[in-house]
């Protein structure tokens, strides 16, 4: 097999599993908790504007842990030369993959004239598309809707797709369902337009050279291995967050580790040390443990679990002992009193 081809092979193999950008959700802390759980589910970050990314304050914006590793930048805009300069920052900052958001419906994004409004724009985001990967060695994806509004699901989708692979772009992440730009909000444009899977499988049979990832309400681990039949990957958003643990068949199922997963309670002392070197450094108690209140989700003592942490980790010095207490409770031990008694 040739080096190229190789390339693509690992490529495809790296977005079987993904979790989604999802802004206020998956930042770095996030990400390493979910990395605890999976080695290989690929993490992408919040959605961060070129513009944020010139402007801003880089390294509070980008820094990442080695660990999180492999893990995608999402960026968006619409001007072909910030987009340019981001990714290649981006892919300097160690990012292994930049996505461009073509699929979110904000009004605050469409005023930018970015997201989701670009599908109806295949020859810009072509062009956006080139000119960041011509900045950048690492690959430069695109996650989109099946489309916008009135446009026609079937013939504007092949039409983007086609302009956009054009520009270089090989992996594509779609959300299988319209964006509706009026009308709806995000949350909104998340759940009302009616989901269409079968639209991303006759994408992926049209254009098997490409990796096709479906996305959208994709609720279980189960779910997503049915996916995989028709399509290259599955990316969930909102299971994957609320439902952590989720991603403990990754490994073993898709990937052929051979290693189970680690328990919860063993996420939760990995995740410990992890905020104790953090909390050293200032990061609040509350800005990690907010992530982690789905780990027990479905077992006996979630909600006791998610009760230490949402009643304690906020307050001013909330410490390690908020952690343990939670710890204990989910493991069933005595629950000892937490801090400040
Ligand atoms: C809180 C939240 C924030 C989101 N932020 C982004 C974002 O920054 N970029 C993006 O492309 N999609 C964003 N999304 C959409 C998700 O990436 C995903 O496409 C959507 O939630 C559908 O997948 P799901 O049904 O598995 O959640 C966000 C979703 C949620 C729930």
């Known amino acids: 097999m040739g080096a190229q081809a190789e390339e693509k092979m690992q490529l495809d193999q790296g977005h079987k599993f993904c979790v989604a950008p999802m802004m206020e959700w998956t930042d770095r802390h996030c990400r390493y908790f979910l990395r605890l759980i ?17 402007r801003g ?12 590793h492999p893990v995608a930048l999402q960026v968006g805009g619409s001007d072909a ?62 996650k989109c809707r099946i489309g916008i509004d009135d446009q026609d699901a079937e013939e504007s989708l092949d039409r983007f797709i086609d302009a956009v692979a054009e520009g270089g772009c090989r992996t594509f992440i779609l959300h299988a369902r319209k964006a509706w730009l009026e ?21 992926k ?13 994709i609720g279980s681990f189960a779910e997503a291995a049915d996916h995989l039949a028709h399509v290259d990957g599955v990316m969930l958003g909102r299971a994957a967050y609320q439902d952590p643990y989720i991603l403990a068949e990754v490994d073993q199922r898709l990937f052929g580790a051979e290693e189970p997963a680690p328990s919860r309670l063993e996420v939760l002392d990995s995740f410990m ?26 077992q006996p003592r979630a909600r006791a679990f998610r009760r230490v942490l949402a009643e304690n980790a906020h307050l001013d010095g909330a410490g390690l002992d908020v952690l343990k207490a939670a710890r204990n409770v989910a493991a069933g031990e005595r629950s000892h009193a937490v801090a400040a008694e």
């Open 57 to 68: 304050d880089r390294k509070r914006l980008l820094q990442f842990h080695v660990d999180e």
């Open 38 to 54: 999976s080695k290989h589910a690929l993490l992408y970050t919040e959605m961060v504007t070129a513009d944020a990314v010139l």
């Open 183 to 203: 009308g709806l909000s995000p949350k909104e444009n998340r759940d009302v337009p009616p989901i269409d899977y079968d639209r991303v499988y006759r994408m």
């Open 81 to 142: 030369a910030a987009l340019a300069e981001a990714a290649r920052i981006g892919a300097e900052f160690g990012y292994d993959e930049i996505n461009l958001n073509v699929g979110c419906p904000s009004d605050r994004v469409q005023a930018g004239r970015f997201g989701a409004c670009l599908m109806a724009e295949p020859k810009l985001v072509a062009d956006l598309i080139a000119a960041m990967g011509e900045s950048c060695k690492v690959p430069v994806t695109v």
């Open 273 to 298: 040390a992890y905020a104790e070197g953090e909390l050293a450094r200032g990061v609040r108690l509350n800005q990690m443990t907010r992530h982690i209140l789905g780990l027990f989700h479905g």
């Open 205 to 217: 049979a049209r254009r098997p050279d490409l990796t096709i990832i479906v996305n959208g309400g």
